[in-house]
């Protein structure tokens, strides 16, 4: 699976990194993303969702039942 979050859509980064000496070589920077399950009432079961720091800050202030349906909107798979 890639680095991506499933609540702010977050994706790797590219870029380069530059040396002491300003030889380039390419990297990516990918968000913080973690696994993490959450018990959804209105469904009455778990779901496990892929996300970052920030959507674990967005699911602590909005509540994740109005994050999963913001989910089901979109059409995601969870």
Do not use: Y
């Not at 079961?45 to 602590?60: M, N």
């Not at 999963?68 to 969870?78: N, S, T």
């Amino acid at each position: 699976m890639s680095a991506h979050c499933q609540v702010t859509g977050a994706e790797p980064s590219f870029g380069k990194s530059v040396s002491h000496s300003h030889v380039r070589t390419n990297r990516r920077w990918d968000p913080n993303i973690q696994h993490r399950r959450f018990f959804v009432p209105s469904l009455g079961r778990t779901v496990r969702l892929q996300v970052s720091a920030k959507g674990l800050k967005i699911i602590d202030r909005n509540g994740i039942e109005s994050v999963i349906a913001d989910l089901i909107a979109r059409g995601e798979k969870f």
